[in-house]
């Protein structure tokens, strides 16, 4: 809880340079159920196209358990250890959680950018705390996110006929970019394309070993 109110103050937002943006990456983590194995992969794309660049992963021991708020903790150096096997940087990392929507204002998304100094958008399936209105039913339609006073972020209607998802700052991006940048990354689906190519990447890796 420490180290999460010391790096919190950390996130800066920062406007995407969008003329210089050629690669995004979704990273994702599993577990192998009844042990402490856990593996990571982070998919790089070109964009605007969202074609497979390169695939990267990584496996090893969690050294923490669950705890809701505490998440960061035990992905994060999996994730890491997947991304120095990447020989191409991403200029964004899209990751499958929340970024400054926290209690404390560091989720994985925050935390992970903070480390790597890179871009990061929180994009969570689910609600980990606040509150928001219902937004429109057409894609693109979003509503404000808040926990008390405070804007956590954005929930936004990704693909007409589908639940939301759950849109904050990770590190060194605006909410305003991050949902531009995350729309333009669900031409078909609910979730991101580069999450989901992360998502069958480290089930893929989990099962194979």
Known sequence: MEVQKK????????????????????????FARGSSTGFASVVVMDYPPLQVVEKAGAQGVFTMPYIPGFLSFRETPLIIKAM??????????????????????LGLASHLGILLDIPTVGCAKSRLLGHHQEPGPQKGEWVPWYHQDRLLGAVLR????????YIS??????????????????????IPEPIRAAHREVNRLREER
């Open 158 to 165: 990704s693909r007409e006929g589908t639940k939301p998802i």
């Open 84 to 105: 120095e096997n990447l020989k191409k940087e991403p200029q964004v990392i899209l990751v499958d959680g929340n970024g400054v929507a926290h209690p404390r204002g």
């Open 169 to 190: 700052v990770g590190h060194r991006v605006t909410l305003e970019d991050a949902l531009k940048l995350i729309l333009s990354c669900c031409p078909r689906y609910r």
């Open 7 to 30: 790096l919190a103050p950390r996130v800066r937002e920062e406007f995407i340079p969008w003329s210089q943006l050629k690669l995004v990456a979704g990273v994702d983590v599993s």
